[in-house]
């Protein structure tokens, strides 16, 4: 990946600096980066919020965060210390302009403000991304140093998303901005690449003529908890489909870059999203399922349903998506890509499995036992590594006795050090001004060109989506997706 260099100075202002993403997420990465010393030495950061916090409020809603979020046995008082003076807290109401002047004043409060890199995280809604690029504009702190950091989704649909791009682009040059999607920061992700790319053996089976199909299951046993107000207006395909899903399959099936690089990666990946097959409305009736779940039981807890979380039963927000996709290429042609994400399902696990075609021909005929086709199973979180699915022979004289096999890479046991959280990684990517993980601009307008039809026929249908128990593995209409084909998921539910 491309490295580049660590500036003396930044001013890191986080736009929903008292939001659940800044005090879960953004905070204790930071604190991470710094306590290894590798924030820029002259490093301020400043949350941004409508609270009324002067600087000692926000230390402690900090501090508290940091010893919530994290491990006792990551917070070191020393570091904690040095990353709370690091904090400031402006009280800022967006549409207010005159709130802006303090912002101003403290970005400029500093010696050669001219030399310090200034990131601007927007953890707010995308509506607003626009309107606050006006404002760093027009108060003077945008110059070709600063970085602007995109969180998603990226708009609502493909209109909203050209219409905040098209705004975030009048202030923010397209290698100044940062479109975050965090799956793409997470170790076992960017391990796909290497294996992939730093490997022989794979290369010459990837593709249609060896592997039957590809399943990317994304799970998760939480509800909308307290995101409800958002979350009705996203559902599970604006919220995890158009970014972490797609990004995922496109690590799968983009064709190798000639180097790994700040353009060439997302070239490639662009390439994928532009070959999926457009969906018609009829496509999206058999090809796409979509749920929401009931009441039932996670973890051994009886859990509400999405209409109990969200307060009213007026909604037909999907929870959980399913769909049969295809990339119309000469690598991947008749292979389907079958997507599911869900909330509430029986646990957190988030999978790629490629599935390999079964052997030309039956050597064993004999043979007792079954043979399953190989399979690579790579595990992205938790636990996360790698398995190889084979069969083998049985021990033992006789016959040929044939069993399914593994051969497992656990990263926790293989590399006997801490996994650092994707937000350490990107928040360092974003310091050093290195967009390789990052989306850019086609990337998203090409997503939401594949996954608009889909909201379309769904919005237009007269259905809604399939109840499901909480607690389990989602709608039958989602098995039957791929039973139909003959196949099934091979994932969490075995
Ligand atoms: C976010 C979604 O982008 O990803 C959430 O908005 C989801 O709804 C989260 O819970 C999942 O992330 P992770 O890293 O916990 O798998």
Not at 178 to 190: A, N, P, T, W
């Amino acid at each position: 990946m491309d490295q580049t260099a660590v500036p003396d100075q930044c001013d890191f202002t986080v736009f929903g600096g008292t939001g659940d993403l800044a005090l879960r997420k953004l905070l204790p990465a930071l604190y991470l980066r710094d306590h290894e010393g590798q924030l820029p030495r002259d490093t301020r950061i400043i949350g941004v919020s409508r609270a009324e916090l002067d600087d000692a409020g926000y230390r402690d809603a900090v501090r508290a965060a940091l010893t919530t979020h994290l491990p006792a046995g990551d917070l070191d008082d020393g570091s904690v210390e040095r990353l709370l003076a690091r904090l400031h807290h402006v009280a800022l109401d967006v549409e207010h302009p005159d709130d802006w002047h303090q912002l101003h004043s403290l970005l400029k409060d500093r010696p050669a403000p001219e030399l310090t890199s200034r990131v601007f995280y927007l953890a707010v809604a995308p509506a607003l991304f626009g309107s606050i690029s006006r404002h760093l504009d027009e108060i003077g702190v945008v110059d070709e140093r600063s970085r602007v950091v995109l969180e998603k989704p990226i708009g609502k649909d493909l209109a909203s998303a050209l219409a905040v791009n098209d705004a975030v682009g009048q202030v923010f040059d397209e290698s100044q901005i940062f479109r975050i999607d965090h799956y793409l920061g997470k170790e076992s992700v960017q391990n796909l690449l290497v294996t992939r790319f730093a490997n022989t053996f794979l290369e010459p089976l990837w593709n249609s003529r060896w592997v039957d199909h590809v399943q990317i299951t994304v799970a998760e046993s939480l509800g909308v908890g307290e995101r409800g107000g958002y979350y009705d207006h996203a559902g599970a395909m604006r919220d995890m489909v158009q970014n972490h899903l797609l990004q995922l399959l496109c690590l799968v099936a983009m064709e190798p870059p000639t180097h790994v690089g700040r353009e060439t990666v997302r070239d490639e990946k662009l390439k994928v999203l532009q070959a999926l097959k457009p969906m018609t409305a009829e496509d999206v009736a058999s090809e796409t399922v979509r749920g929401r779940y009931d009441r039932g039981r996670v973890d051994g807890e009886e859990v509400a349903s999405y209409a109990e979380d969200l307060g009213h039963d007026d909604s037909a927000t999907e929870t959980f998506v399913a769909l049969r996709a295809e990339v119309q290429n000469w690598r991947w042609a008749g292979v389907p890509f079958y997507l599911r994400t869900g909330k509430r399902m029986a646990r957190r696990t988030s999978e790629i499995v490629v599935v390999f075609k079964a052997p030309p021909h039956a050597m064993f005929p004999h043979s007792e036992g079954v043979t399953e086709p190989n399979r690579l199973h790579i595990q992205v979180q938790p636990d996360e590594g790698m398995r190889l699915h084979l069969t083998a022979k049985e021990p033992g004289p006789g016959g040929i006795r044939l069993r399914p096999v593994s051969l497992d890479l656990n990263y926790a046991t293989a590399f006997a050090q801490r996994l650092p959280d994707a937000y350490e990684r990107l928040l360092m990517d974003v310091i050093k001004g290195n967009p390789t993980l990052f989306m850019r601009r086609d990337e998203v307008e090409a997503a939401w060109t594949w996954v608009e039809p889909i909201l379309t026929a769904w919005a237009t249908s007269p259905g809604r989506p399939d109840p499901y128990r909480a607690g389990g593995t989602g709608p039958d209409a989602a098995t039957a997706l791929l039973e139909r084909d003959g196949r099934s998921w091979q994932a969490h539910d075995r």
